[in-house]
């Protein structure tokens, strides 16, 4: 088995991952911001336009476990390379899209083959050694970063040439990485999964009789509702607190799509700031926080650093406090996510290692609808700034039991000082 970090062309496998995912990632992010003004144009209402947000993690929910677990069966590659083309497909019918019916089917198939990330972690764990595995986690964690901050911005300008431009270059892209996987990635040599179990109940059976298991999927799912609420409540919360950012003299508390057209730019740049910072910390700084604090430590200063950015944003007095907060944010985000994903898969089976990442997929795809839904309920009951503080309140708990975790377990992933040989 080639193991990455080791210098020369083991390294290379990592990169291809990378690319793959940024790329995919890349035409998630175009047609995000978009969604909104589609539904509108159809005449959906509040209930249908938050369903169509909603649906794409729906799928991921549902199907990331089927995923890593067909991978564990088949293959890597030919599950990645796949899924790659599913989701050009899904594109395409995304931009000829005419109807409201047509919409939801795009984003259902686009959630469907976009499940497969999970695979792309299990890639990562089948190609590193365990004292690597944050290392190579960190790369998707970029990836992710990169692609969805990069993708709003490029879908804002493709907009102008049309409609259904973002949708065809999210094709596009989504094609460039299956024709780019199918060239270059090499099937890695891995345990063999058993029988085919493919919607993730041995998995959460071996969470719920697993501590080690079972704690990290709830900090990953506390994590993942915490920054969902961040994102879909940033921009009314802007509008709601800090109009003059966004152009408008008065505040907005129910803002049009016209007011969120105008305010995206704004949104856009911000978020890509944020997804930058992430990116590399998780690209390049893991690399060497790893090895000096480990990975259970990350996973208390991750959560704790996000949860005082959230509270600082609710607390902002002015919008020059609201980007020093933000700041913030992208450090706990980078420390966490690829130490958690580590965590995970050092601590699963090995011949099972698609099918527990896939279903920590499926757990952060249900932060991500629980998430934006309770958000949206704080606020309209209790104002713009509720949300955040939700969001911290949820990061304090998970703090406390990420410190109760590393107690308990941190001994069992001990730090590999710099230049020691692996274990």
């Not at 409609?163 to 299956?178: K, M, R, T, V």
């Not at 997804?275 to 990975?295: K, T």
């Not at 279903?359 to 209790?382: E, Y």
């Amino acid at each position: 088995m080639n193991r990455a970090g080791t210098g020369g062309k083991p390294r290379s496998p990592l990169l291809f991952v990378f690319l793959t995912v940024f790329i995919d990632l890349l035409g998630f992010g175009i047609v995000i911001p978009l969604l909104p003004v589609y539904s509108e144009m159809y005449r959906a209402g509040p209930a249908e336009i938050g369903l169509l947000m909603a649906s794409f993690s729906a799928m991921q929910f549902v199907f990331a476990p089927f995923w890593g677990r067909l991978s564990d069966r088949i293959g890597r590659k030919p599950v990645l390379v796949g899924g790659l083309l599913g989701t050009a497909a899904a594109y395409v019918l995304f931009a000829r899209a005419d109807s409201l019916a047509l919409l939801f089917a795009s984003r259902l198939l686009a959630g469907f083959f976009g499940a497969n990330v999970s695979t792309a972690q299990a890639y990562i764990a089948d190609v590193t050694a365990p004292e690597d595995r944050a290392k190579g986690m960190g790369l998707i964690g970029a990836a992710f970063g990169l692609g969805f901050c990069l993708g709003p911005l490029l879908g804002g300008e493709l907009t102008h040439i049309s409609a259904a431009a973002p949708g065809w270059f999210a094709a596009g892209f989504s094609l460039a990485a299956a024709l780019f996987g199918a060239l270059t990635l090499v099937e890695p040599a891995r345990a063999r999964g058993r029988a085919s179990r493919v919607f993730g109940l041995e998995e959460l059976r071996g969470a719920a009789a697993q501590p080690r298991l079972g704690t990290l999927y709830v900090l990953s799912f506390a994590f993942v509702a915490a920054f969902a609420c961040f994102e879909s409540m940033f921009t009314v919360f802007g509008l709601a607190r800090f109009p003059a950012v966004f152009g408008l003299t008065q505040p907005v508390d129910d803002a049009s799509v016209e007011e969120i057209l105008r305010a995206a730019p704004v949104t856009g740049r911000y978020l890509a700031g944020i997804g930058i910072v992430s990116a590399i910390i998780q690209g390049g700084l893991i690399r060497r926080l790893v090895p000096r604090f480990g990975e259970t430590t990350l996973v208390v200063v991750g959560p704790a650093l996000l949860g005082l950015g959230l509270l600082a944003i609710a607390l902002a007095p002015s919008w020059g406090f609201v980007v020093a907060a933000c700041l913030i944010l992208p450090v706990g985000f980078g420390l966490n996510n690829p130490s958690l994903a580590s965590l995970l898969s050092r601590a699963a089976p090995a011949a099972e290692q698609g099918g527990y990442l896939g279903l920590q997929q499926s757990v952060g795809s249900l932060a991500r609808m629980a998430g934006p839904a309770a958000a949206g309920l704080v606020f309209q009951r209790f104002g713009p700034a509720s949300p955040f503080v939700l969001g911290a309140a949820l990061l304090g708990v998970s703090t406390l039991l990420a410190w109760r975790y590393h107690r308990r377990f941190g001994a069992s992933f001990p730090r590999v000082a710099r230049g020691a040989p692996p274990a």
